[in-house]
């Protein structure tokens, strides 16, 4: 909240975040984000985060990441 109040972001082509799992702050956030700039959220957890993935859009991706998976291929 404070980098994007700050406007941190904004200079920014395009914003990575990484989260232990989605919830309606985080959520609200990168549609805030993706008004402007294309934004992928990763959320590492076994949690599903299927409400969250189907949120996406075309300028906002979610994309789970198991705790003990492996990375290659998806960052």
Known sequence: EQLL???????????????????????????????GLPVVAYAVTDKSQEAYIRQGSERSRIVQVPVEGELEGVL
Do not use: P, Q
């Open 5 to 35: 109040a700050g406007g941190a972001f904004w200079d920014s082509k395009a914003v990575f975040l990484i989260f232990h799992e989605m919830d309606e702050g985080r959520m609200d956030a990168v549609r805030r984000l993706s008004a």
